[in-house]
């Protein structure tokens, strides 16, 4: 995505997707199957990360939370009706066994939009058809002379070298992972933690819908909340929607199994993950240096992904005790990890500030700075008037 257009390779992986998903219809063994799905986890890769980098490119650091809010809510939506969905397809009567119809179904949708994705989505404002001239200048001069969102296409290497050196990145990673360790357990292993409450399997499918509203809600309401809050306190608003899973998990583990409210409050952590998202986009200056983060940070969601399902042992239905102590773990470490971002990040813009006080310079200087004296492309490190967000 450094070398291509973002829009482009986006539209062709996912039209990629469709056509093997659908592939799966035609499966008759593991083998098959597996090979496709490591098919099909592949093209998927690129998609949150294209995500991130098309809004870094449309909006301003301020905007950015609202927007990753908005589109990150769809995984609330894709809970609260995918199952459902899933139901209804699998109660088709035809000559293809019920679950094959699935596999057709979504992959001939998502090759669909892959098409209509191709020749509407810009990845930046220059390269929008359906913006005029005059629009298109609007839409970039809007953004700001400093704007930090640009993609350059020439691969910088001591911007690889900041980016792996940068404690930040790190954070982020833990950050990634420890999100992703419940992610994978509540993903995966979500339906069998409602049925162990005694649930058929049509009730459980239907316990997804509040739940995943739970979590279209938590999503746009923490990004609201964090840009009318002064100074927009990120990391704060993301421990506070931390704060009712970690007492959701609590919940499910020690209160009586009847009591199931417990389970809708594990859900609002996923607000947390997307304030984590925009503060890369916000917190990370320089073209190649934002690919390399956002990689890093994605392959913590794989790893923790990976890693969150073995914490479920099927000697331990219905309670699944280990599973929840591994939520409970990861919810704790990313509480501290966000403060400790926080901390970080006030302590940067501290030493921003005295640097331009022994030169004379202020904040204001950077926004009367001529646009031909801008340096093209810095990373957060380079440009003195970077502030990082928190």
């Known amino acids: 995505m450094q070398k291509l257009p973002v829009s482009k390779w986006l539209s062709a992986n996912l039209f990629l997707w469709g056509g093997i998903t659908m592939a799966l219809a035609g499966c008759g063994g593991f083998k098959s199957f597996l090979a496709l799905r490591f098919l099909i986890g592949a093209l998927e890769s690129c998609s949150t990360p294209a995500y991130l980098l098309i809004t870094a490119t449309w909006y301003t650091v301020e905007e950015q939370p609202v927007r990753i809010g908005w589109w990150s809510t769809f995984l609330g939506v894709a809970n609260s009706f995918g199952g459902l969905l899933a139901y209804a397809v699998g109660h088709i009567e035809g000559s293809l066994e019920s679950w094959r119809y699935q596999f057709i179904f979504i992959g001939a949708i998502s090759c669909a939009w892959a098409i209509f994705m191709a020749f509407t989505l810009a990845e930046r404002p220059s390269t929008a058809s359906w913006l005029k001239e005059d629009e298109k200048q609007v839409a970039i001069r809007r953004l700001g002379p400093r704007h930090h969102g640009s993609n350059f296409h020439d691969i910088k290497k001591y911007q690889i070298k900041e980016a792996v050196l940068d404690p930040k990145t790190w954070l982020f990673f833990l950050c990634g992972v420890a999100t992703q360790v419940v992610n994978g357990a509540a993903s995966n292993f979500g339906s069998l933690i409602i049925q162990g409450f005694g649930y058929s399997n049509l009730v459980t499918t239907l316990f997804q819908i509040p739940y995943g509203m739970v979590i279209l809600v938590s999503n746009v309401s923490a990004m609201y909340l964090q840009r009318w809050l002064p100074g927009q306190k990120r990391c704060f608003v993301a421990v506070l929607y931390v704060c009712p899973a970690l007492a959701g998990a609590v919940g499910i583990h020690a209160i009586p199994r009847?009591?199931?409210?417990?389970?809708?409050?594990?859900?609002?952590?996923?607000?947390?993950?997307?304030m984590i998202m925009s503060l890369i986009?916000?917190?990370?200056?320089?073209s190649t240096k934002r690919s390399i983060v956002n990689g890093v940070f994605f392959i913590s969601y794989c790893v923790g992904n990976i890693i969150g399902?073995?914490?479920f042992k099927s000697n331990e239905a219905p309670k699944y005790t280990s599973g929840i102590v591994a939520m409970l773990v990861a919810y704790c470490v990313e509480i501290f990890l966000l403060l400790a971002f926080a901390a970080y990040a006030a302590m940067l813009n501290n030493t921003k500030d005295k640097v331009l006080m022994e030169e004379g310079l202020s904040l204001e200087n950077a926004v009367y700075q001529p646009m031909e004296e801008i340096p093209v492309d810095q990373t957060d490190k380079e440009d003195i008037y970077f502030r990082y967000s928190y």
Request: glycine residues 8%; neutral net charge; proline residues 4%.
């Open 309 to 311: 399902p073995f914490s």
């Open 258 to 274: 009847d009591h199931k409210v417990a389970l809708l409050l594990t859900s609002t952590y996923t607000a947390s993950f997307a």
């Open 281 to 286: 986009t916000a917190n990370t200056g320089g």
